[in-house]
Structures are given as structure tokens and as C-alpha cells.
């Protein structure tokens, strides 16, 4: 039987940095954390790593030297949303931070609002408040699948 592709979860998501020691400052008061990953040092990174939200996602910082090429001179492409409980608050404080507007306040429907920024190192940053996101988290029980096993 061939093996089918499953998307089973999002597993890292990178942002690009030239200056990485300012991202790692930038994301340490975004997400209130530090990093519990960097190479090849905490003095020199190249690349940081975060496990941050409900789920516990990997969120990787890269040096942009070892962004693959040709890359877009401007931000676009794929957006990940981040979920939050107050949108409003939550972008607010993005900029406060010393992010840019990137998508304003959008109400899709009920229950489902996003927004978008453009951190200082050139990434797009979404967010979104999703009440699919918490029934699911309210009823989802994850257990680690074995490598390999569908």
C-alpha cells in the first residue's frame, strides 16, 4: 500500500531576521518567554527556537542569510494565525511593540476575527480570535502518534 501524504499539524513556522539577538528580544516580550534553543550560541545566534501556545508550537528565528533564494523583497505569502482571546488588545500591543498594520481588525463571521502585523524584522504576524480553535482545544485530547503509523 503506498503511503499517503497527512498534514498532521503545523510543526515549526520560521521567521526571517537579519539582526537575530533583536528578535530574540523582539519575540522574548511578545511571547514571555525566552528561547530554550540557540545556535550556535546565546551570543552569536544564527537560530532560536521557542515552544509557545496551547499546543506548544515550535517557533523558529533564522539568521536571513540562510533564507532560501530568490526571496521576496517584500512580506507576503502564507500567513499562520496566531489565536488570541481579545484581538484588539492583542494588536494593539503589537504595535506597541514596534510592529507595522499590516491587515486591520476583520470580522469574518461569528467568532472569527483576524488581524495582521508586520514585526521589525520584515514577517507578517497573524492573528485571530477563532472560536473553532477553542471548542476544539476544550475537546481534543492529543496523543503523540509513532513516527510512521497512520
Request: charged share 20%; net charge negative; proline share 7%.
Amino acid at each position: 500500500m503506498e503511503a499517503q501524504t497527512k498534514l498532521r499539524g503545523m510543526a515549526n513556522v520560521s521567521y526571517w531576521a537579519d539582526d537575530v539577538k533583536a528578535a530574540r528580544e523582539w519575540y522574548n516580550e511578545v511571547f514571555g518567554i525566552e528561547p530554550y534553543f540557540q545556535r550556535p550560541d546565546a551570543e552569536n545566534p544564527a537560530y532560536i527556537e521557542y515552544r509557545t501556545g496551547d499546543y506548544q508550537h515550535e517557533v523558529g528565528i533564522i539568521n536571513k542569510k540562510f533564507r532560501p533564494q530568490p526571496a521576496p523583497d517584500t512580506p507576503g505569502g502564507a500567513i499562520l494565525y496566531w489565536h488570541v482571546d481579545h484581538i484588539e488588545q492583542s494588536l494593539e500591543r503589537l504595535l506597541t511593540l514596534g510592529a507595522q498594520p499590516y491587515q486591520s481588525i476583520t470580522k469574518w463571521g461569528e467568532g472569527f476575527i483576524t488581524a495582521a502585523v508586520i514585526d521589525p524584522f520584515g514577517n507578517i504576524l497573524g492573528i485571530m480570535y477563532n472560536r473553532h480553535y477553542l471548542k476544539q482545544l476544550s475537546e481534543l485530547v492529543i496523543e503523540p502518534a509513532q513516527p510512521g503509523v497512520e
